[in-house]
């Protein structure tokens, strides 16, 4: 079963606005990490936080996590045609009696920036 | 250049006629693994490797078989592709430190198996 679940499923936006992409998660988790996958190619990694951070930055990116609440946000500024692209969150949780976890991705947003 | 490679890029098979897409990784690292990508249902992993000769089942391994029988490379065995087969294909790998964490994604293998 899906460990991740992002949300909105599509967001539409114009060049210039702000793009929040949500993902809620059911377990607990060692890192959530945030990928990007240009249509039919593969995924990028984009940022990583740990579940004892509660946000970070890169560039235009910023990552929230919230661990009570089981969810993170991805907010990219100032958004590009070029931004255009699907975008899923990623939850590396401990395997029991293990610490080797197992990377479970979500279904993806669907994000279009317009120029 | 560091990537992760994978052949053929696209595939078009018959059922019942056994198929292997190969994987390669030139950056030395320990976990490798496949997943499928198919509309609505986002990555399903398939089968990870966290070593030469260590390989275990994702998700969604019915009808695959893979083997690690050298660091860098992953090949993902169909022996007898099915039509619900057909999917979007990705290998990845990444290091393993006591948690896997930055996983590099190969470009892909769309398969349509009729």
């Known amino acids: 079963s899906q460990q991740g679940e992002e949300d909105p499923q599509a967001l539409s936006i114009q060049e210039g606005e702000n793009a929040t992409m949500n993902c809620s998660y059911k377990?607990?988790?060692?890192?959530l990490q945030w990928y990007r996958q240009n249509s039919g190619r593969g995924l990028v990694h984009l940022i990583l936080?740990?579940?004892?951070?509660r946000e970070k930055h890169s560039g235009r990116l910023r990552v929230t996590l919230d661990t009570s609440k089981k969810s993170s946000s991805l907010l990219i500024t100032a958004s590009r045609a070029a931004d255009t692209a699907s975008y899923f969150c990623?939850?590396?949780?401990?395997?029991?009696?293990?610490?080797?976890?197992?990377?479970?991705f979500g279904r993806g947003t669907q994000l279009t920036v317009w120029p | 250049e560091a990537q992760v490679t994978q052949n053929p890029r696209y595939l078009i098979t018959v059922t019942g006629k056994k198929l292997t897409v190969t994987c390669s990784q030139n950056?030395?690292?320990?976990?490798m693994s496949w997943y499928r990508q198919d509309p609505g249902l986002g990555l399903r992993q398939i089968y990870y490797?966290?070593?030469?000769?260590?390989?275990d089942k994702g998700d969604v391994p019915e009808g695959y078989k893979v083997s690690r029988k050298e660091k860098r490379n992953f090949p993902l065995i169909l022996e007898s592709p099915s039509p619900n087969q057909t999917s979007l294909y990705f290998c990845?790998?990444?290091?393993?430190?006591?948690?896997?964490?930055?996983?590099?994604f190969g470009p892909g293998t769309r398969l349509l198996v009729l």
């Open positions: 990845a790998s990444s290091y393993q430190g006591g948690s896997r964490e930055t996983q590099y």
């Open positions: 377990t607990s988790i060692n890192n």
């Open positions: 936080i740990r579940s004892n951070e």
């Open positions: 990623a939850t590396l949780k401990a395997d029991r009696g293990s610490t080797l976890g197992r990377l479970y």
């Open positions: 950056m030395n690292h320990e976990y």
């Open positions: 490797s966290m070593n030469v000769e260590v390989t």
